[in-house]
């Protein structure tokens, strides 16, 4: 069953140069999936254009249209990335009739395919869900090598609630990594809010060895703190997996999500630990999630989401 939509040009616009100043002109789409095999350095960018997740979540649906949003935020985007790094679009990866288990098995695959191509996969959501999708890729991937994976999410939710009538859902996907990894999961959790988040996932979270920082000290003014916390759990793994969901943001920033809150994360600090995250030379993969573009204001959303991407994939590849 083929479940890939082919990248559309369309997405990817902005303004007219004569020279690559922009991501638009600079990326490649690519049909079929046919994914580049050479040896060289490459970002390997792809959808999950679903929100079944989100919806057996009980969440607000219109995540579906994330990802085109996000690429054509992000196609307007000036680029600074080192001359001839190839960008390929390889387009989305659907949910036909609910079958969402089949979509996250495509995308377990083609994150695995990717990285063992030299991609750094940069995927973009949909729901939550995809970052069990995208991990258990990941974790096949890291764990052939025998190197030990951390998993960075920055979120409002832990997503370590248990599958409903024994499916997963948006709010489940790192649990469902930990169960089915159960000796390869290290996690670590940034922007927790206690209100989002009943006692019980805090039971979880022990019971997993789960690293978290709650939201009440996720602040600029206790970053020596955080900083400490995130450079251990760096410091104690071989690669690093990045998820950035954006309802950890505050509403202020990020209105255009599933589940929005007052009381997120700013941009300030986020972006400090992506560059944290980033120096350390051990991340490998990462994914943008839960943008709803039905309920953003003026592209907000949609813009942040794009430019934590630009963000850290211009600190990746550009040393100076």
Same mark, same amino acid.
Do not use: C
């Given at each position: 069953?083929?479940?890939?939509? $082919? =990248?559309?040009?369309?997405? %990817?616009?902005?303004?007219?140069?004569?020279?690559?100043?922009? %991501?638009?002109?600079?990326?490649?789409?690519?049909?079929?999936? !046919?994914?580049?095999?050479?040896?060289?350095?490459?970002?390997?960018?792809?959808?999950?254009?679903?929100?079944? /997740?989100?919806?057996? !979540?009980?969440?607000?649906?219109?995540?579906?249209?994330?990802?085109?949003?996000?690429?054509?935020?992000?196609?307007?985007?000036?680029?600074?990335?080192?001359?001839?790094?190839?960008?390929?679009?390889?387009?989305?990866?659907?949910?036909?009739?609910?079958?969402?288990?089949?979509?996250?098995?495509?995308?377990?695959?083609?994150?695995?395919?990717?990285?063992?191509?030299?991609?750094?996969?940069?995927?973009?959501?949909?729901?939550?869900?995809?970052?069990?999708?995208?991990?258990?890729?990941?974790? $096949?991937?890291?764990?052939?090598?025998?190197?030990?994976? /951390?998993?960075?999410?920055?979120?409002?939710?832990?997503?370590?609630? =248990?599958?409903?009538?024994?499916?997963?859902?948006?709010?489940?996907?790192?649990?469902?990594?930990?169960?089915?990894?159960? !000796?390869?999961?290290?996690?670590?959790?940034?922007?927790?809010?206690?209100?989002? $988040?009943?006692?019980?996932?805090?039971?979880?979270?022990?019971?997993?060895?789960?690293?978290?920082?709650?939201?009440?000290?996720?602040?600029?003014?206790? %970053?020596?703190?955080?900083?400490?916390?995130?450079? %251990?759990?760096?410091?104690?793994?071989?690669?690093?997996?990045?998820?950035?969901?954006?309802?950890?943001?505050?509403?202020?920033?990020?209105?255009?999500?599933?589940?929005?809150?007052?009381?997120?994360?700013?941009?300030?600090?986020?972006?400090?630990?992506?560059?944290?995250?980033?120096?350390?030379?051990?991340?490998?993969?990462?994914?943008?999630?839960?943008?709803?573009?039905?309920?953003?204001?003026? $592209?907000?959303?949609?813009?942040?989401?794009?430019?934590?991407?630009?963000?850290?994939?211009?600190?990746?590849?550009?040393?100076?």
């Amino acid at each position: 069953m083929n479940l890939n939509q $082919n =990248p559309s040009p369309f997405h %990817w616009s902005g303004r007219k140069s004569d020279q690559i100043d922009y %991501w638009h002109q600079a990326v490649e789409t690519i049909a079929n999936l !046919n994914i580049r095999q050479d040896s060289s350095d490459k970002i390997g960018i792809l959808g999950y254009s679903s929100e079944e /997740g989100v919806i057996r !979540n009980q969440g607000r649906t219109g995540t579906i249209e994330g990802p085109s949003v996000i690429r054509k935020m992000l196609g307007a985007i000036a680029l600074h990335l080192p001359e001839g790094l190839p960008i390929l679009d390889y387009g989305d990866i659907f949910t036909l009739d609910q079958d969402m288990e089949s979509s996250h098995d495509a995308i377990t695959q083609i994150t695995y395919d990717l990285l063992s191509s030299n991609h750094f996969p940069v995927l973009l959501g949909g729901g939550h869900d995809l970052a069990f999708a995208h991990g258990r890729g990941v974790l $096949n991937y890291v764990g052939e090598k025998n190197e030990k994976l /951390g998993i960075i999410n920055l979120d409002a939710h832990f997503d370590l609630r =248990p599958l409903v009538k024994e499916k997963g859902h948006s709010g489940s996907p790192f649990l469902q990594l930990a169960e089915e990894f159960p !000796n390869d999961f290290h996690f670590l959790a940034l922007g927790i809010q206690r209100a989002a $988040n009943p006692r019980s996932l805090f039971e979880t979270a022990e019971r997993l060895k789960a690293k978290y920082i709650v939201m009440e000290e996720f602040r600029l003014h206790n %970053w020596e703190f955080i900083q400490e916390q995130i450079l %251990w759990f760096i410091d104690s793994v071989d690669k690093i997996y990045l998820s950035i969901d954006m309802d950890g943001f505050s509403s202020a920033f990020a209105p255009g999500v599933s589940a929005p809150s007052p009381m997120g994360f700013n941009p300030q600090i986020a972006f400090k630990v992506f560059e944290l995250i980033v120096k350390s030379d051990k991340l490998i993969s990462m994914d943008v999630v839960e943008l709803n573009p039905q309920f953003d204001q003026d $592209n907000a959303t949609a813009r942040l989401a794009a430019r934590a991407v630009e963000y850290i994939v211009r600190k990746k590849f550009v040393t100076q």
